[in-house]
C-alpha cells in the first residue's frame, strides 16, 4: 500500500472515530474470534453511532505469521483496511443488522489445501448481515457473513518458499469475505 493511501486510511478512521455525538452517542470496539482462528488473523473493529438506526465502520486484519518448515510451510498473510456502514433496524449495536464497505487486502495464502501460493492486491466493496446479541449493557456477541467484489492483482507460485511463478494477472473477482463470531464492547 503506497504513502498516499495508509494516509487516506488514517484519516477515514480517524473521521470514524471522531464523530461528534448525534443521537445514541456510542462507540464500540469489535474482536473477531473466527480471524484468530484463520492461522492467527490479529484484529480489531471499531463503530461510531451517528443516528439512531446507523453506524459508521472501520476495521483492520494483520497476518504476519507463516507455520511449518519450508518443505511443509502454511500461510495466511495478510493485512486488510476497511471502512463503510451498518443499518440496525431496531436500534445500534442490537438485533439484525446488515452492511457496505469498501475494502483493501494485501494477501499471501499459500500451503493450506495445496502447495501452490497466491498473493496480490485487492480491492472492491462488499455487503454482510448479521445479528448482535446484547449480553449486557456494555459486552456483545455478534454472528454474520459478508462478501465482496473488486479487482484483484495477483500472481501464482508452486508453494510458499521456491518462487516458481506458475501464472500472473488481473481480473474481477466474487468471493466470501468475513465470517463474524465477535465479541464487542460499547462504551
Not at 511449518?68 to 451498518?86: D, F, L
Not at 442490537?94 to 500451503?111: C, F, L, M
Request: proline share 3%.
Amino acid at each position: 500500500m503506497n504513502d498516499s493511501m495508509k494516509r487516506m486510511l488514517m484519516l477515514l478512521v480517524w473521521a470514524v472515530l471522531s464523530c461528534g455525538p448525534a443521537f445514541a452517542q456510542k462507540t464500540a470496539v469489535t474482536l473477531n474470534m473466527a480471524d484468530y482462528m484463520m492461522l492467527g488473523t490479529l484484529n480489531v473493529g471499531a463503530g461510531v453511532s451517528v443516528a439512531r438506526h446507523w453506524t459508521l465502520e472501520a476495521a483492520a486484519k494483520y497476518n504476519p505469521f507463516s507455520y511449518g518448515p519450508e518443505e511443509n510451510r502454511m500461510q495466511n498473510r495478510q493485512q486488510v483496511y476497511n471502512a463503510g456502514v451498518r443499518y440496525w433496524p431496531w436500534h445500534v449495536f442490537s438485533g439484525w443488522w446488515i452492511s457496505a464497505k469498501a475494502q483493501y487486502q494485501e494477501y499471501n495464502h499459500g500451503g493450506v489445501f495445496s502447495r501452490e501460493t497466491r498473493e496480490g492486491d485487492r480491492v472492491g466493496a462488499g455487503l454482510g448481515a448479521g445479528y448482535t446479541y446484547m449480553v449486557n449493557r456494555r459486552l456483545n456477541l455478534e454472528f454474520g457473513l459478508s462478501g465482496w467484489a473488486g479487482w484483484d492483482r495477483y500472481a501464482v507460485y508452486e508453494c510458499p518458499v521456491c518462487g516458481f511463478t506458475l501464472e500472473r494477472g488481473q481480473k474481477v473477482f466474487f468471493l466470501p469475505n468475513e465470517l463474524v463470531l465477535a465479541l464487542t464492547y460499547v462504551f
